[in-house]
């Protein structure tokens, strides 16, 4: 699931890259979006001659761009040679209606969330051995040599996201996606193994939160949770980063009250049951669930 919201996500940034920059826009890629286009708007089945003569594109090059298309599952070839939308293009409209939504109610709460000083707040999806960054609030008074962006990605194995991602995992799982080997480490506090990872995920499960201190950057500390679906699967992870000299370090409790009562948030409106996980949030008073 988390990588095909990355393939609406770069599939979107290129088809709209391809209508606004025209020096830069990919032929094959645009006449494959147009053809999708045509077809989702047709109030009737069309077949390659169809397309050719609406689309003044060579019946040829449209055979070619149909089969790439259905091999993709974007397009169905019906039993009469017309075509209809193919599966991959309802999980590309799922994924991305549901990525909206955990990203809008991050953004309705991140404001709210006045009580960390010094604090950068972020979203992220996984995808494969990564998390990528969908949403980042850098704080201005936080002194981090590291800055997060938008797109950005980084090893899940390091941060406390990816390992709140990681954490739903069996440990099977995480040996066969790390088969090739742990990412390099960024500094001398990374992981530097399978079983290490696996004793850490292990304590995630058991506390609720996970932790990432100075794995990714030196000086940086960050608490993560993750956000379940209505499946209770997690869907996206929402992390609070300081400097590790900066004041709110002291109290370290009301820094995971606050990660996992914004994950816990954001759960209930992406539909989780948290009662059947025990993943309310931690100790404190609650958030208000805005209805």
């Known amino acids: 699931m988390s990588r095909r919201k990355m393939m609406l996500i770069e599939f979107a940034d290129r088809f709209m890259a391809s209508r606004e920059t025209k020096t830069q826009q990919s032929p094959a ?75 809008t109610e991050f953004a309705a709460i991140w404001d709210h969330e006045t009580g960390l000083p010094g604090a950068t707040i972020t979203l992220t999806v996984q995808d494969g051995a990564e998390v990528v960054y969908i949403a980042a609030r850098n704080n201005e008074r936080a002194r981090s040599s590291l800055e997060f962006r938008v797109g950005m990605r980084l090893p899940a194995a390091f941060t406390a996201t990816g390992k709140a991602f990681l954490s739903h995992m069996s440990d099977y799982e995480i040996r066969r996606l790390y088969a090739p080997g742990l990412p390099e480490p960024r500094t001398a506090r990374s992981i530097r193994s399978i079983d290490e990872l696996l004793g850490e995920l292990r304590d995630i499960r058991r506390d609720g939160y996970s932790c990432d201190e100075e794995q990714v950057a030196e000086g940086m500390v960050c608490y993560g949770a993750a956000v379940l679906d209505g499946s209770n699967r997690p869907i996206a992870g929402v992390a609070v980063s300081l400097s590790l000299d900066a004041n709110a370090m002291t109290d370290r409790t009301a820094i995971i009250d606050n990660v996992t009562r914004m994950a816990a948030r954001l759960s209930h409106r992406m539909g989780a049951d948290l009662s059947a996980t025990g993943n309310t949030g931690r100790a404190g008073p609650a958030l208000p669930l805005q209805k």
Do not use: Y
Request: charged fraction near 25%.
């Open 29 to 103: 890629l645009e006449r494959g979006a147009r053809i999708l286009d045509m077809v989702a708007r047709s109030k009737s089945f069309l077949s390659l001659s169809d397309l050719s003569r609406e689309l003044k594109i060579a019946r040829s090059s449209v055979h070619s761009l149909c089969q790439t298309l259905v091999n993709l599952e974007l397009l169905i070839r019906r039993s009469d040679q017309t075509f209809q939308l193919g599966p991959h293009v309802i999980r590309w409209s799922n994924a991305f209606a549901l990525q909206s939504d955990v990203a």
